[in-house]
Every structure is written in C-alpha cells, then in structure tokens.
C-alpha cells in the first residue's frame, strides 16, 4: 500500500483503503456494503468539514446489528469532490473520524472503508473516463473482497443510487438494497435500481437504511 504522508490509506491505484478489522479466521463471510453520503449520513453535497457530519437515524443500529453477527460492514464511497479539486484527503479524513466517533458514540463500528475520487472531469491525476473502482464499476468492492476475505455472492449493499446497487450487481453480490433517503428521493434512482434486477441478483427497496433491519441478508443469515 502506497503511503499517504498523514493517514497512510492511499493505495497503489490511488484510492482509500482503511482496513479497520484484518480478515477472520475460518475462511470467507459475507460482508454488508454501504454507501456512504444519503445512506450513513445525510448528503450534504461535497461534504468536506467535520462539523457537517450528521448520522442518518437507523444507520448505527444496522451497522451495530452487523457487528453482533460478525458481518464485516464496508462503506464503499464515489467522493468526486477530492477529484474535481472541491476539498482533499485530510478533509476527507476529517469527516471520516467524525464518523466514528458518532458511530462509536453508539456502540458501531466500520470494518473499512474505500473511496474513490476519480471522476472523467476530474483534476490530473484523478481525471478518468471510467476508473475501475468508481461506482458502477466493482472495483472497490472487489478490493475489500480481496482485503477481508469476503464472500461476494453472498453480500448485499445499501445505497441510494443506482450506481451503488449497479456496484453490487457487477461485483456479483447476492443482492442490494435501495433507500429513499439522499439521492434516492429520485425517482429516476428508484426506478433505475429496480431495473439491475435479474433472476440472480435481487434488488430491495426501503425508505432509509433503518429498513436492512427488517432481515436484509447477510445480517439475518449470519
């Protein structure tokens, strides 16, 4: 992993990779994958300053849920505005600590977290057409897999957009979930996510992420 001189979780391909918890033993786990802005906390467009951080209610819950059954619970996060130059990693760092002292503060944790910041108009070197690791594409998710030794076909994601449940779908998940809070209070999103579904990939619909508790796998199964 290539170091960032203050948080060292930049890795060779120029993305976020806290790892939070190493792998369990006894081979691999599904795992629950988050987005972040509009799922985790309320979007606040570009979020950039601690002070702005405000957990979504339920979100806590679920994570802590998660946590009991020994699901590793991963945010993968799109954050565009590293790329087009709106703030930078230490600010970014900033949010994320203010995250998991909320979190903390309710008795959850994450077990990593990745972010991408390339975007297609994005600044050199973060201007890229179609990265990888930028939603809908898996790579972030296939990055934790690697990571934390998870079983993908049998993970499930929240997000609020169809790109994050596209995410999911292409990383070969089991299924996500898509909530109306953030973006999803779209309908294009809405509407968009529930057309990823196919006879081997289901896609939920919830209000908010509060709703994964209502036995969203791999919480129930676990």
């Known amino acids: 992993m290539a170091g ?16 939070v918890t ?7 786990r599904p795992a629950l994958f988050l987005d972040r802005d509009g799922v985790v906390i309320e979007e606040a467009g570009y979020l950039h300053r601690a002070g702005g951080v405000s ?5 806590a819950e679920v994570i802590a849920e998660a946590n009991r059954a020994d699901v590793p619970v ?38 990593a977290v990745f972010a991408c910041p390339f975007h297609a108009d994005g600044r050199p070197p ?18 934790a897999a690697r990571a934390l030794d998870i ?39 809405r509407q968009g996510a529930l057309a990823l579904a196919s006879g081997d990939f289901q896609v939920l619909t919830g209000e908010t992420i ?4 209502r036995g969203l796998p791999p919480i129930a199964a676990a």
């Not at 190493?22 to 691999?28: D, I, K, M, Q, V």
Request: hydrophobic residues 40%; glycine residues 14%.
């Open 74 to 111: 991963v945010v993968v996060t799109n954050q565009a505005g590293i790329g087009l130059g709106y703030y930078d990693w230490p600010q970014f760092a900033e949010v994320q600590d203010a995250i998991k002292r909320q979190l903390d503060r309710a008795g959850a944790y994450l077990s």
């Open 210 to 213: 509060r709703d994964a508790l």
């Open 126 to 143: 973060y201007r890229h057409g179609d990265h990888p690791c930028r939603k809908p594409n898996p790579g972030m998710l296939v990055k």
């Open 4 to 19: 960032y001189p203050e948080f060292g979780f930049i890795d060779s391909d120029g993305i976020w990779a806290e790892i």
């Open 55 to 59: 957990l979504i209610p339920g979100a």
């Open 151 to 189: 079983d993908l076909p049998r993970s499930w994601l929240v997000g609020d957009r169809a790109i994050d449940v596209g995410a999911a779908r292409n990383a070969g998940c089991e299924g996500a979930m898509h909530v109306r809070s953030g973006h999803g209070v779209h309908e294009a999103e």
């Open 22 to 28: 190493p792998p369990a033993a006894g081979g691999e």
